[in-house]
């Protein structure tokens, strides 16, 4: 009994240290959620960035085509300007998808911690 006694007390001792309170494990658990959030936002815009630099490089390459054909060639610009408009405003539309999915995930989990939490 004398060995087995200082032996609960320790172990009653360090319990509360190694056990995270339920405060801290939400924080941990935003914290990631928030990671996870940025992330996925960061990959949107390099996704976008990636699309608008491919649609800005083939209406170049279109154009300077173009350029050799003296009446058509106007023509050719102005049809490759108004694709890259909508390709680049596809992007953006795509990228705010993105975002609105990211934010509405990251919502409902940190709903679920704060809930577990309680």
């Not at 339920?22 to 924080?27: E, F, I, P, R, T």
């Not at 815009?45 to 085509?65: R, V």
């Amino acid at each position: 009994m004398t060995l087995l006694l200082p032996l609960l007390l320790a172990a009653y001792l360090a319990a509360p240290a190694q056990i995270p309170s339920k405060a801290d494990l939400k924080a941990q658990a935003d914290a990631a959620i928030d990671k996870g959030k940025a992330k996925a936002d960061e990959k949107a815009e390099q996704g976008k960035a990636k699309a608008d630099a491919k649609a800005s490089a083939a209406k170049a390459k279109a154009d300077a085509k173009a350029g050799a054909v003296p009446v058509a060639g106007d023509k050719v610009k102005a049809a490759t300007a108004k694709g890259e408009g909508a390709a680049k405003a596809g992007t953006e539309k795509a990228k705010g998808k993105s975002k609105q999915g990211a934010d509405k995930g990251a919502a409902k989990a940190k709903a679920v911690t704060e809930k577990a939490a309680k």
